[in-house]
């Protein structure tokens, strides 16, 4: 929606006297920053409404200070306890939130809090007449129409099984018929409020709706001069729509071409995450190979040693048969002189010299 300040917002707030602003969907930023400098130029305020921003809110709320308020909730949780001169709301682009935002803010109409100028963004291709959903479980079953995250093309109402713009949101299936859209959402709420708003609806960029007051008008008969403006010939129209066809299309034709290119990418990630794995294998089968050509020479030193060990073995045991061959042999033949006449007869020697050693 930024990209309509210089020619559309600004000059909207500056003849509308505008001192209070309420932004619902900060996305990245882009349009907070130019409201803040407007607010802090003017004496305004700006309240931020966004669950989930793109953007680093610690360094637009340093930007901001007191001029900004932001608010980490839903918008249709926020807008019944605030009011403003101006809404602009770029959040989420389905027709059942829009409708519920619009019914608050004619709420404050109806009170007489606010008499707030609305601008809506996307009330064309590809969310005017389709469903998007940032928290699709958020809205009631029975207004939520079947989706997916896929892509889109201007040329079909269907969404692309590759590429196409958005891929990575969930958008509903079908574009068209009842309750599906934010330029849906606004026909149906004048339908239900013919009287009391003025509605203008501007070409390209996706789309910019405004809503105002016709009580608004009356107090601030600038505004009708500056809304006439606005409008486009007919000739005029169809060069906007023509130049807002090929934008959309090279739009969709890039996003298709990013989400080949990061096909692409994830490929060649993942073709190197299969080389980077193959080359840790082939290092560790090298260094397994390595490890077990030094295995197998020390297991041909250990089994050399073994086998020295062996014979050692093998000739200790011998000489320790041999030792008790020979302890045998001396052991009968004194066994042998113990039997003998002769060992009888010289035992009163033996002890006559025991006795004498001691």
């Known amino acids: ?18 001192r209070s602003i309420v932004e619902v969907g900060i996305g990245q930023g882009h349009l907070t920053h130019l409201l803040l400098s407007y607010a802090k130029h003017y004496g305004a305020t700006v309240r931020a409404i966004d669950p989930h921003p793109a953007c680093d809110m610690v360094i637009l ?3 901001g200070g007191t001029t900004l308020t932001y608010h980490t909730a839903k918008s249709t949780d926020v807008l019944p306890s605030v009011c403003a001169d101006l809404v602009l709301i770029d959040g989420d682009h389905n027709w059942y939130t829009v409708l519920q935002e619009l019914r608050i803010l004619s709420q404050w109409v109806s009170a007489g809090t606010s008499e707030p100028i609305i601008l809506l963004h996307d009330t064309e291709w590809p969310y005017g007449r389709r469903d998007m959903y940032y928290d699709k479980e958020a809205i009631p079953a029975a207004y939520r129409h079947p989706s997916a995250l896929r892509g889109l093309l201007p040329s ?3 969404l692309e099984q590759i590429g196409g713009l ?5 958008n509903a299936l079908e574009e068209g018929g009842p309750r599906n859209g934010v330029r849906t959402a606004v026909e149906d709420f004048l339908k239900e409020e013919p009287d ?3 509605w203008q609806a501007l070409q390209g960029l996706h789309g910019l709706g405004i809503l105002i007051p016709r009580s608004r008008l009356v107090r601030q008969p600038g505004l009708n001069a500056l809304l006439n403006d606005m409008h486009a010939s007919p000739c005029l129209r169809a060069h906007i729509d023509m130049l807002e066809s090929d934008r959309l299309r090279e739009l969709a034709n890039n996003a298709t071409i990013i989400h ?8 060649m990630r993942m073709q190197q995450e299969r080389w980077r794995e193959a080359t840790e294998k082939a290092d560790r089968l090298r260094t397994l190979e390595s490890e077990r ?6 297991n041909v030193r250990l089994n050399a040693i073994i086998d020295a060990l062996e014979g050692k073995h093998a000739h200790i045991m011998r000489e320790i048969a ?6 045998m042999r001396m052991q009968a033949a004194l066994d042998h002189i113990h039997t003998t006449r002769t060992f009888r007869w010289t035992a009163w020697i033996r002890r006559c010299a025991g006795l004498l050693r001691r």
């Open 1 to 18: 929606m930024y990209r309509f300040w210089n020619s559309i917002i600004e000059p909207l707030c500056k003849e509308a006297n505008i």
């Open 61 to 63: 709320a340093a930007e």
């Open 156 to 158: 079909k109402t269907g």
């Open 166 to 170: 958005n891929a990575d949101l969930e």
């Open 196 to 198: 009391r708003w003025h």
């Open 260 to 267: 080949r290119i990061r096909q692409r990418d994830e490929q």
């Open 293 to 298: 050509s030094v295995l197998q020479t020390e």
């Open 322 to 327: 041999n030792a008790q061959a020979t302890s």
